[in-house]
């Protein structure tokens, strides 16, 4: 079954972290650009960070650059985001896709796999 699986949501106190984890299964992430996407309760869904195929080139919205790392094992079929520093605006549904290449922090073009998210939530 080709699919992409999110892990590592949870509850959380601010300035807390959490890694995700972006598991796919069926197909090889080694030549796609992998991206997670938020959408937080009652808003839209917004990309906020990108990795392309070879891990090289790494790109990240204003509202989490400085506090969020994406990165990729290809020999593991895996990307991650790392979160520091956790607000509680940070508490959404975290979604992973997987396209064709990264050129900037909205999510890779050509986005063929979802994840089915993980929900974060920031809170004292």
């Known amino acids: 079954q080709v699919q992409l699986v999110e892990s590592g949501g949870g509850l959380v106190q601010p300035g807390g972290s959490l890694r995700l984890s972006c598991t796919a299964s069926?197909?090889?992430?080694?030549?796609?650009?992998i991206g997670w996407f938020r959408q937080a309760p009652g808003k839209e869904r917004e990309g906020i960070s990108c990795?392309?195929?070879?891990?090289?080139?790494?790109y990240y919205a204003d509202s989490v650059k400085g506090r969020f790392t994406i990165s990729r094992d290809n020999a593991k079929n895996t990307a991650y985001l790392q979160m520091n520093s956790l607000k509680p605006e940070d508490t959404a549904v975290y979604y992973c896709?997987?396209?064709?290449?990264?050129?900037?922090?909205?999510?890779?073009?050509?986005?063929?796999?979802w994840g089915q998210g993980t929900l974060v939530t920031v809170s004292s």
């Open positions: 990795i392309t195929s070879t891990g090289g080139s790494t």
């Open positions: 069926g197909f090889s992430l080694s030549y796609s650009g």
């Open positions: 896709t997987a396209g064709a290449y990264c050129s900037n922090y909205r999510g890779p073009y050509g986005i063929n796999y």
